[in-house]
Antibody
Framework: EVQLVESGGGLVKPGGSLRLSCAAS????????MNWVRQAPGKGLEWVSS????????YYADSVKGRFTISRDNANNSLYLQMNSLRVEDTALYYC??????????WGQGTPVTVSS | QSVLTQPPSVSAAPGQKVTISCSGS????????VSWYQQVPGTAPKLLIY???KRPSGIPDRFSGSKSGTSATLGITGLQTGDEADYYC??????????FGGGTKLTVL
């Protein structure tokens, strides 16, 4: 059974940093591209970043480019999102998703990030 | 302002059919596959349609997808109260970023 479990969210002040993690199981993680997608309170889905499975190509939304870094540890079946210089507008529920079909065929339950002074 | 445009809401009676449109451009829908997601409030999104019209295992054939030019459409037949949710379209853009529509709230009257 495919499982994705996010962690690492929390309350942080503007300008601060957080590192999100996503633990994957039930599939060949190293062969799968992975996405981070966020959803601000009461708003729609916003793609944040993607990383390919083997060559590790990385892609970012303009809104986070230069501040967020996506990475993965295939040995430990884990996906990460390092978030620096956080802004109030980064407040959202952050989902990790496996990108085998579409933009996400399996999604975690999300980890909340609140940026507030 | 989302790159892909969806109607904010649609509604129909149980048993009826509804369609949800998703309008993009030649840099996204026009050249890439479209996928659709269902999100019941308080839960994670669920993939309904990928590659314009393919259904993942377990998704009933009441759900269908199509694409023409720079627009895509999700169709739902035999509406059930359990179909009440937010629906999102998504695709890749030539700028190497993924984009979602703003979402459509489906109400089953």
């Amino acid at each position: 059974e495919v499982q994705l479990v996010e962690s690492g969210g929390g309350l942080v002040k503007p300008g601060g940093s957080l590192r999100l993690s996503c633990a994957a199981s039930g599939f060949t993680f190293s062969a799968s591209s992975m996405n981070w997608v966020r959803q601000a309170p009461g708003k729609g889905l916003e793609w944040v970043s993607s990383i390919t499975g083997t060559v590790n190509y990385k892609y970012y939304a303009d809104s986070v480019k230069g501040r967020f870094t996506i990475s993965r540890d295939n040995a430990n079946n884990s996906l990460y999102l390092q978030m620096n210089s956080l802004r109030v507008e980064d407040t959202a529920l952050y989902y990790c998703a496996r990108q085998r079909y579409g933009l996400g065929d399996f999604w975690g339950q999300g980890t909340p990030v609140t940026v507030s002074s | 302002q989302s790159v892909l445009t969806q109607p904010p809401s649609v509604s129909a009676a149980p048993g009826q059919k509804v369609t949800i449109s998703c309008s993009g451009s030649s840099s996204n829908i026009g050249i890439n596959y479209v996928s659709w997601y269902q999100q019941v409030p308080g839960t994670a999104p669920k993939l309904l349609i990928y590659d314009n019209n393919k259904r993942p295992s377990g998704i009933p054939d009441r759900f269908s997808g199509s694409k023409s030019g720079t627009s895509a459409t999700l169709g739902i037949t035999g509406l059930q109260t359990g179909d009440e949710a937010d629906y999102y379209c998504g695709t890749w853009d030539s700028s190497l970023s993924a984009v979602f529509g703003g979402g459509t709230k489906l109400t089953v009257l």
